[in-house]
């Protein structure tokens, strides 16, 4: 199985900053890889496919890049209603399998 | 408007069975592949198990392989997924979920919660 390996697994950060979360693959998944943003109560939401495709509807300050094993998301601008959690998921093959989670706090 | 709204979850005594629906609408369901992703609470997601849009290919995670099944009725645009052998471990909130291209999941339910304890 592929295992995905989120840091940090928390940060804190002011409205207007710029957020970088990473997501390191244990084997090379190309760019099959999403990234999804969870609020509490709430179902998780895609971001970001393939790697660095933006999800129809999501905020153009979201991006991804990467591929191979390390990949990357980026909040180019930090806004209030991004304080959630985001978890990574490779694509590349069954079982399907997701990040242990990066919760973005409030500084 | 994509809806998936899932059903069945509750109280289940360990060794038990729960079967989990979930009803779909707003897209051609028999087309997509569709999936079953459950979080144990307060932790992360677990994808659990995923189904061709015809039904004739299934997939399941490691740790429900054997215990869990998953199908679809096309003609009732609904999914369900039948836990049996119920463990401890299995109890999580269980999203319903449709699966983008080969394995993005970009439209998913509100959760059924399943409790296993005696």
């Known amino acids: 199985d592929i295992q995905m390996t989120q840091s940090p697994s928390s940060v804190s950060a002011s409205v207007g900053d710029r957020v970088t979360i990473t997501c390191r693959a244990s084997?090379?998944?190309?760019?099959?890889l999403a990234w999804y943003q969870q609020k509490p109560g709430k179902a998780p939401k895609l971001l970001i496919y393939?790697?660095?495709s933006l999800q129809s509807g999501v905020p153009s300050r979201f991006s991804g890049s990467g591929s191979g094993t390390d990949f990357t998301l980026t909040i180019s601008s930090l806004q209030p209603e991004d304080f959630a959690t985001y978890f990574c998921?490779?694509?590349?093959?069954?079982?399907?399998?997701f990040g242990g989670g990066t919760k973005v706090e409030i500084k | 408007e994509v809806q998936l709204v899932e059903s069945g979850g509750g109280l289940g005594q360990p060794g038990g069975s729960l079967r989990l629906s979930c009803a779909a609408s707003?897209?051609?369901?028999?087309?997509?592949?569709m999936s079953w992703v459950r979080q144990a609470p307060g932790k992360g997601l677990e994808w659990v198990s995923a189904?061709?849009?015809?039904?004739?290919?299934?997939f399941y995670a490691d740790s429900v392989k054997g215990r869990f099944t998953i199908s679809r009725d096309n003609s009732k645009n609904t999914l369900y997924l039948q836990i049996n052998s119920l463990r401890a471990e299995d109890t999580a909130l269980y999203y319903c979920?449709?699966?983008?291209?080969?394995?993005?999941?970009?439209?998913w339910g509100q959760g059924t919660l399943v409790t296993v304890s005696s």
């Open positions: 979920a449709n699966v983008k291209g080969e394995g993005y999941f970009d439209y």
């Open positions: 707003g897209f051609t369901f028999s087309s997509n592949l």
């Open positions: 189904i061709s849009g015809s039904g004739v290919s299934t």
């Open positions: 084997q090379g998944i190309s760019t099959w």
């Open positions: 393939a790697a660095s």
């Open positions: 998921q490779q694509a590349n093959s069954f079982p399907l399998t």
